[in-house]
Each structure stands twice: as C-alpha cells, then as structure tokens.
C-alpha cells in the first residue's frame, strides 16, 4: 500500500528495479530507500558518476531545514574538479519537474535535497498504517542471507539486569537492566533471534554464609511472603555479626590470647565450609540453595514485567559447573595462559601480550589458594557453555564501565584459549554511573523501591492538577507507568558512557525532554483520535492532497526517517538515538496543532489531518515500545 503511488510517478522506477539495483534497499519497509534510489540515478545521469558510488554517500540530515538528504561531493572522490563548482553545476542541472524532490540547494561542497510534500504524504501515510507496529521494524537485517530467507535468524545473546542475590539492586543493575532490554528489542525488532539472559550474582561464599544465616534466623513464612528482603535482612544481620566477631577475636590476639579455637569455629569459616559443601553438590544443601534462588526469581520476575521485561534465561555464577573450572584450569596452564604461584594460580597479561595493552590488564587470579575459584574464573566457563548451548553469531555485555577490565580480561583468555572467534563475536556495552541515586526513604535497596518512590512522587505531581486529575480513570496505574517513564528517559536521554545525576524533580516533570512529556504526546494523539470518532473507512478514504501546509509536510518528513533512525541506532547502539529522534519528532507534532485542527474542521479536511495524527501516533508508539515504555492511551 501506498509505494505505487510513489513509483508510479517516475519512469522506470519499479520496485523491482530498485531492489535489483540497490541490494541494501528495502522500500517495501523503508521508503526513503526509494528516494535514494530515485536520487542516486537522477544523479547519475547528470554526472557520470556510478549510481552505487552515489547510493552510499547520501546522508540523513541533523534538521528538517537542512533538507531530507545531504550529498558531501568530495565523498565521490572525483579527480581534478573543484567539488563546490560541481554542486553548483549539478544542483542547476537538476531537473524543475523531479516528481519526487524539490530543487537542491547548495552550500559549498554540499547538496541539501527536500522530499516534495505532496507524493511523501501521499504514499507514506497509508504504508505506515498499513505496517503498523511493523513500521521501523527490519526483518533483514538479522538474516543470514536477506536473499534467502530460508537459511533463518541470526541469533544474539544479550545478557543484562544480573543483579546479586541477597543484595542491593543498585544504579547499576537498574542502568544494565534499562540499556539490556532496549538492545534486546532493538535486535528483536531487526529480525535476530533474541535470547534475553540475566546472570544472577548467586554463588561464593557469602552465600554460604546466608544459608548459615537462614539456619539460625530464617522464617519460612517471611521467606514466601518476600524472599528479596527477607534474605537482605539476613545478609546483612549475619554480615554485622561476622564482623563484630572478627573484631572480637582480632582484640583478644592482640590480648595475647590464644584465639585458634575461636577462629577455627567463627562464622567466616563455618561459611567458607558450608559453600565448600555446595560446591561439592551435596543435596541438602543445594536443595535449600535452590529455594532461595526459585523464590528469588519469581519475585524478580514479578519485577521486571512492570518493565515489560521477560528474560529467556535465568543463569548465574551458581550454574557453573565445578568439573568445567577444573577442566578450563588445566587447559589454561597447559597453554601456558597461567602459571601457579604460591599455590594460587594467576593469569599475568604483561607476559602474555606485549606492550601497552598487556601492562593494562595486568595480572588477576584464576583460582585461589584454598582452590576456590572466582568471579572471572566463572565468566570463562560460563562463556564457552553459551557458546556450546547457543551457537551465538553475537553476544552483548550489558554491564557497569566499573567492569571494564573483568570482561576485557575475559575476552582475552578466552581468545589466548584459542576460541578468538568466539571473542570476537562478544561486546561489552558499558555505561556511567547514576549519582546521587536515593530515595526520600534513605538509599535505594530494590528496583521495586525505585519504582514505588517514582510513581509516589508522580502521583503527587499529578495532584498538583485537581482539574485534569479527577479526569483520570486509574490514577495509581497511571502514576505508575508514568513513574516508570521518567525513571527510564531520564537513564536513556545522555550518551551510555555519560554518568547523570538521579533528579526525581526533573525526571517527573510534563515540561521538557522527560518521560511524562512522551506519555502526554501519545495521549493527545489518542484523545484526538477517540474525539474525532473517523471510521477506519473514512481514514483509508482521506484525500492525502488535502496536507498541503507546510507543518503537515514537516511532521511526514519527520515520519519517513523513523526506519533510518532505527537502522542507525543498530550502528550506535545508544537509546538517546531513538529518544532524541522521539523528542524531535513530537515537537514537530505538536507545533503542528494550532495549524492543522481536526475536530471542528470540514469533514474531508478532519479525515486527512487524522489520517496524518494516526500515522504519527503509531511512530511515536512503536519508538516508545522499542525503548521498553508502555504507551499510555489517557492520562
Ligand atoms: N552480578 C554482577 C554484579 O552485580 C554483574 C554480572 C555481569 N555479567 C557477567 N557476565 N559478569 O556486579
């Protein structure tokens, strides 16, 4: 629907032709593929140069004034022309008549074109809501062969949230768990096949020591009711004793007492024995371990699903097998990737790699002396099992920069392994910190606390506005997903490496580039939408010719570049690009209202401005779906 209108208004432009042509091209999904097209050859034509010279060196722009594409002429690498004259040349060679673009201008070296309004509106309107949530999507680019789409998906792991049982779930795993399930929709969304995997922090001899705690303190009931804070509770009650215990024994040394007793029988070793016992497998103990960590995840679960989050698998530090780390231990020193000293064994980078890059990694332990292993020693193993189980092309990291070095260690033993492709096929996505990050009832201990205190705070804000607040039917709910928003554009709006300070004020505010401000933009779409009360009829039927101002045809152009943006952030892998693009394109939006009434104006105008609303409000929610928010349809 809608491309042969476009087609059909130049000669020789078939779809066929295109995709033949372009391979990258996809009209059928992306329009302004055809438009590079179309460019491309009329181009060509006027310069001699090769349409698949020029296809490639047409560029999105940074603002509608700037035109829809831009051409750098010294990007074609013509010999011995001045490139500002060409464009000059060129630019006056273009034909008046184009169907599709308006004359070029120039700048220098530049070629800025505009889309003609008329056919734009004309075929893209219907396209994107015939596609509907499909629009933006790119069932290609995870293909293995996008000629063939028999030989299947690509498939990426993207592992994030992987918070730590029994412990806080702090401004890094909120940032993992934001930036991870965007990549995952993102990939999802582009035609990869997705496995979603968080790799929970559940195994060591702190856990040892919460199972300790839990003989001597648990309550079963508590433990059903809310196993996150009841075995927090525990931790850090058993924490504090442990400690004044060391204490303890530390000033009765000093004392000049004889203290191997007391050592030999204190909590720190009674821990290291019980996770001994674990880590032997011995059924009671894992039995009561695997409570813990079932209870721990249903209640994870109920989380992440107000996040519209649902992981694929639940792995973690506990599902690596001990035989797999004995096994990796020998093949590591065997290649002479580690080296035993004074009983511990350690990788040193310095010996392996020369350089720079060896003196960064530096030396890091592998297994312990008392022959326990550790956090990187799980990560090998547990790596090489994904790619046993998964056969991964991809796989993403999604984990604090605090890690940096861990999964650059990591990487490296597993290439020095000799699996380098399989390192290679592995990413770490990196982010900032979050400061500042407290909630008015002290430190943030659990997401579901940082939820509750953004909705709480929402709400309030909401009642700041009798009028409009009796108006909302569920105003819980709504303050809810409206909490959620904020907390989740504020986290997306800066660059991932970018550390920000956690601003409830800000972040809950309608004014600004903030979550609310998006909610509030679908909102009015819908509320339009149900106000004009069109039949799907009458918006099939709307005479598109009727968008002739100039604010209609800026908000399509802002609507024809939805599947580029998408098809960028593949590349930068940052939310802020679909966010900054969202924002952009509900400021067209909603300067257009004053302009462009639908309710109150002449039926066949009210059909074609709701058309053009309609097409607007899917873009905007298929980008808020994509970042993981929930669209709300009244607020
Ligand atoms: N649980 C870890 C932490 O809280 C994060 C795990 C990151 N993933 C990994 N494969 N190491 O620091």
Redesign the pocket.
Known sequence: AGLDKLTSLVNGLSLNSVTEKYPQAHPEINPLDLYRAHLSNVLAGISGVDTQIIYPAINWTTGLDKGDFVLAVPALRIKGQKPDALATKWAEEFPADDALFDKPTTSGPFMSFFLKGGPLSNSLIPLIRNLGEEYGRNRFNGMRDPKDPSQGKKRIIV?FS???VA?PFHA??LR?TIIGSFLANLYEGSGWEVVRMN???DWGKQYGLLALAYEKYGNEEALQKDPINHLFNLYVQINAEMTAEKESIEAQKKEGKDVTELEAQCLDEQARRYFKRMTDREEDVLQQWQIFRDLSIARYKETYARLNIAFDKYSG?SQVSEDAMAKIAVEMEMKDISRVDNGATLVDFTKLLPGKEGKRLGVTVIRKKDGTAL?LTR?IC?LLARYETYKFDHMI?V??SA?DL??KQ?FEIVKQLGYKDIADRCQHINFGLVLGMSTRKGTVKFLDDILRDCADHMHETMKKNQEKYAQVENPVATADILGISSVMVQDMSGKRINNYTFNMEAMTSFEGDTGPYLQYAHSRLCSIKRRANLTDEDLLSADLSLLTEQHATNVVRMLSQWPDTVQNTLKTLEPTTVLTYLFKMSHAVSSSYDHLQVVGSEKELMKARMALYDAARIVLANGMKLLGLTPLERM
Do not use: C, R
């Open positions: 592992e992987s918070p730590n412990k890094g795993h993992s790799y929970l922090g530090e956090y990560d547990e990291y984990v604090a890690q861990h999964l990591l």
